[in-house]
């Protein structure tokens, strides 16, 4: 048998691929096939809305972050400023103290050496009165020793003229 040229495999491979497009048509797998597409097409929709909302959320988020870490850093400024001003306050304070401390312990070594003084004075005085007492004490001793029938006299005529 003899077959014309143009028969040849590639017609054999055309009639097979248009009998099997044909039978695929008959048992309707291009609508599978469609609706198997539909379903993947409807699922990545499906995907990208859910990744949308997802995005919409992560941004609210970021901004609300964003918010919250703004006025964590202005809270900060504040308690930092907060902080120089009690410290400044304290320091004011604590410099006044230590000033009145100084000025009333100054007070208080200038009155016990104004005491110390005085104190020295007065023993000085005293003792100066002792041996002003003793030396008077001697000298009458040596003039009663020497003169003092003279001045046991003297002193009754003394008392003599008084009592007249």
Known sequence: MYLPAW????FFALVALIVFLGIAVYFGVP?????????????ISDELDEAKR????????????????????KEAEEIVTAAKADAE????EAQTALEDMIAR?????EDK????????????????????????????TDQV??????????AIKDVGSRLN
Do not use: C, F, P, W
């Open 145 to 154: 020793a020497k003169k003092g029938s003279k001045l046991v006299e003297d």
């Open 89 to 92: 306050r304290m320091t004011a």
């Open 54 to 73: 997802l995005r919409e959320e992560a941004a609210a988020l970021l901004v609300e972050y964003e918010e919250k870490r703004v006025s964590a850093e």
């Open 31 to 43: 609508r599978i096939i469609g609706q198997m597409l539909d379903k993947r097409i409807k699922q």
């Open 105 to 109: 312990r100054t007070k208080a070594v």
């Open 113 to 140: 050496i104004a005491q110390a003084e005085a104190q020295a004075v007065a023993e000085v005085r005293s003792r100066s009165a002792d041996l002003a007492i003793e030396a008077a004490r001697v000298m009458l």
């Open 7 to 10: 028969m040849d495999n590639s």
